[in-house]
């Protein structure tokens, strides 16, 4: 998502005979507070890294293309999203994927990323998980992982040759006591998708089919909560912030209003 800057008009009085920028240090505080950013850890994860799979899917041409995603169970207590879009480049994982605020999108409205956060998101839950990147017929998995130090580290632990289409794999671990949380995570992150993913691991029931429709809204009678969607992401709307003129409708219609990206 291309961000809107804003240009700074600076008025002073006297001259400016010394300044400094401020900086950020690269240290173990600093990376803590980036990985605790989020409030519903579950839904901020499975969001962040749908979101992923679903711009590497448009910048592959396949903007129509379901990605993946493994749903923890007993048996199988992890989660997984896979993608099947442009993969990561070895060289793109260090300068770019575990980079905090790089981001290859913050040119175009065709994708919803922008602050090279969103990749990063599951160290919030977890101190450890992994990457699989298949990348013009090469494939490496990666691990992620706090270091001895505190420090948000990535290595690399295999490469070798495949004829698997290119794509991203990350698979985390999920504690059996946050397993609903993830299954809850997956419907709440996904449901306004264009696009649902195919799951594996468990059932999840998607919406009902919206009771009244235009061209950029829908409306559900079973949802107690109307919703701006951008890219898929659904953002809930504050009621006591909507003027009387629109109060009720927005309160009780059950409202899913589409905005384009940016």
């Known amino acids: 998502m291309i961000i809107q800057d804003k240009e700074t008009t600076l008025e002073t009085i006297g001259t400016i005979t010394d300044e400094a920028q401020f900086k950020m240090r690269n240290s173990q505080k600093a990376f803590q507070i980036l990985s605790s950013l989020y409030s519903d850890k579950p839904l ?18 396949q903007p129509n293309r379901p990605f993946n995603v493994h749903v923890p169970n007993l048996l199988e207590p992890w989660l997984t999203i896979q993608d099947f879009g442009t993969g990561i480049s070895h060289e793109n994982i260090y300068e770019i994927y575990s980079v905090y605020f790089a981001s290859t999108k913050t040119n175009t409205n065709t994708q919803v990323g922008m602050l090279g956060l969103g990749s990063k998101s599951p160290f919030c839950y977890t101190d450890n998980f992994t990457i699989t990147s298949r990348h013009n017929n090469m494939k490496r998995i990666y691990n992620a992982y706090f270091n001895q130090q505190g420090m948000p580290t990535i290595s690399l632990a295999s490469q070798e040759n495949t004829n698997e289409e290119n794509g991203v794999e ?18 709440n992150a996904f449901k306004f998708f264009d696009v649902k993913p195919i799951i594996s691991g468990g059932k999840i029931e ?23 969607v951008m890219g898929g992401v ?27 990206i940016g």
């Not at 901020?44 to 041409?61: F, T």
């Not at 504050?238 to 109060?247: A, Q």
């Open 44 to 61: 901020a994860i499975v969001r962040e890294l749908g979101c992923n799979a679903m711009d590497s899917h448009i910048a592959s041409g």
């Open 234 to 260: 659904a953002y809930p709307i504050d009621t006591y912030k909507v003027n009387n003129k629109h109060y009720d409708i927005i309160r009780k219609a059950g409202l899913v209003i589409q905005f384009a």
């Open 206 to 228: 998607w919406l009902d089919k919206p009771n009244f429709e235009g061209t950029f809204w829908k409306s559900f009678t079973n949802l107690h909560q109307s919703y701006a």
């Open 170 to 187: 990350i698979k985390i671990p999920v504690k059996q006591s946050d397993i609903s949380d993830f299954h809850s995570a997956v419907l």
